[in-house]
């Protein structure tokens, strides 16, 4: 089991920054992908980025070339950087990480942090 501790959200303007956080419980060496969703009203979780033990990254394409995904091994910790956010960027955003053990993947989620962007 590992808990996830989301942080960082909040109210912003188009077009500025936030910087979200996830603190995992446990050493995050053996997870095999973090990431983060996020889910606005009405709508579908999507994925929005992950980020695997290796660092090789996949980004959703409605958020390139202004997020950033990274993860700190050492400090078990999976950050999003987001830049020039605009409105269609409020959601719910989750933690998510990913361990498999053979066949098996076990997912886990954090209890989700709310970003609002104002237009």
């Known amino acids: 089991q590992v808990q996830l501790v989301e942080s960082g959200g909040g109210l912003v303007q188009a077009g500025g920054s936030l910087r979200l956080s996830c603190a995992a419980s446990?050493?995050?060496?053996?997870?095999?992908?973090m990431g983060w969703y996020r889910q606005a009203p009405g709508k579908q979780r999507e994925l929005v980025a992950d980020i695997a033990t290796g660092g090789s990254t996949s980004i959703a394409d409605s958020v390139k070339g202004r997020f950033t995904i990274s993860r700190d091994n050492a400090k078990n910790t999976v950050t999003l950087q987001m830049n020039s956010l605009k409105p269609e960027d409020t959601a719910v955003y989750y933690c998510?990480?990913?361990?498999?053990?053979?066949?098996?993947?076990?997912?886990?989620w954090g209890q989700g942090t709310q970003v609002t962007v104002s237009s």
């Open positions: 998510n990480a990913r361990e498999s053990f053979g066949s098996i993947v076990h997912a886990y």
């Open positions: 446990r050493s995050v060496r053996s997870i095999n992908v």
